[in-house]
């Protein structure tokens, strides 16, 4: 199993849509979480990090399911400028070392 | 809002050449990293370096790669003897604090083309 792991999509949704990724991960020691946000041919961008009681920013949410082992992320009324590759974090317990996962694309149409 | 700054943002190589990364950390940072991404593949942590040693290094990061922090400011990646397979952005990013808790403060990365 890949210690970090997401459906690569794409999700095609209209603006306005809601839109939720998952992301599974391997280690059961891991503490740290995170949603980073790369468009194409650029770096990585923090979205938001998640706490266990999840947590909200605007129109995204993030949630920790630590028994099943994965985060999500849920976009409420999409826009266009949305539209991005959505890269999963996680951070393995006593390690600087963050894993990536390779990411969830989201194309937001008009 | 305080930047990471990469310089060149493209270098193109020919194989077998050494090829020096530069970046320069938001300036308060104590911690300082380097990632690489192949077109199309996931972001892979390279190496983190503080307190002017590395801290940690992946399997990527062989013999080939070195890390050094010259002087106050920058922070540089050099490949000794670049191969084909080294073509990929690398981006170098630095937090405030230690712990895998912190959030990545990236570059805007160097696309790296060896010939």
């Known amino acids: 199993r890949k210690e970090v792991e997401q459906d690569p999509g794409p999700f095609n949704v209209p603006e306005g849509a809601t839109v939720a990724f998952n992301c599974t991960y391997s280690?059961?020691?891991?503490?740290?979480f995170f949603w980073y946000r790369q468009d194409c041919r650029k770096e990585p961008k923090l979205l938001m990090s998640v706490y266990s009681s999840g947590n909200e920013d605007g129109r995204f949410t993030a949630q920790l399911n630590r028994a099943s082992q994965y985060i999500s992320l849920l976009i409420r009324d999409s826009k266009l400028s949305d539209s991005a590759t959505y890269l999963c974090v996680v951070n393995r317990a006593g390690s600087y070392i963050p894993t990536f996962g390779r990411g969830t694309s989201l194309i937001v149409h008009p | 809002e305080p930047e990471v700054t990469q310089t060149p943002s493209h270098q193109v190589t020919q194989m077998g050449q050494e090829v020096i990364l530069r970046c320069v950390p938001i300036?308060?940072?104590?911690?300082f990293y380097w990632y690489r991404q192949i077109l199309g593949q996931k972001v892979e942590f390279l190496v983190s370096?503080?307190?002017?040693?590395?801290?940690?290094k992946s399997e990527i990061f062989d013999d080939q790669f070195s890390v050094e922090r010259p002087d106050g400011s920058n922070f540089t990646l050099k490949i000794r003897s670049t191969k084909l397979e080294d073509s990929a952005m690398y981006f170098c990013?630095?937090?405030?604090?230690?712990?895998?808790?912190?959030?990545?403060?990236f570059g805007d990365g160097t696309r790296l083309s060896i010939l």
């Open positions: 300036s308060n940072h104590l911690y």
């Open positions: 370096f503080y307190n002017n040693e590395i801290s940690e």
């Open positions: 280690n059961s020691a891991s503490q740290s």
């Open positions: 990013a630095s937090t405030a604090l230690s712990g895998g808790g912190q959030p990545q403060h």
